[in-house]
């Protein structure tokens, strides 16, 4: 699993740049995560789609882990929940 944390700490304009995307090795799970606009996470999508992840999942602290929003891997699936701890 790799970690992407697109967090911010002061309210933001949608022009902001995106923090840079951390490597991904082909075919691994990309754990987006941190404390931003809704808005923030679909620009986070919208990147992580054209990258080497074959997962992207949503972190939720509430859930204990990742919620994947996309899947090209069998066995994993949308909606299911990847059990992690968040790594920063």
């Known amino acids: 699993m790799v970690f992407w944390n697109i967090g911010v700490d ?3 304009a949608p022009t902001e740049a995106m923090p840079p995307m951390p490597a991904i090795p082909a075919g691994d799970v990309l754990i987006i995560g941190g404390r931003a606009p809704t808005w923030r996470f679909g620009m986070a999508l919208h ?19 990742g919620v994947v929003v996309a899947s090209h891997k069998p066995g994993i699936s949308e909606g299911q929940i990847l059990p992690c701890e968040w790594q920063d």
């Open 10 to 12: 002061k309210p933001i």
């Open 47 to 65: 990147a992580a789609h054209g990258s080497a992840a074959a997962v992207v999942a949503f972190f939720d602290p509430r859930l204990g882990g």
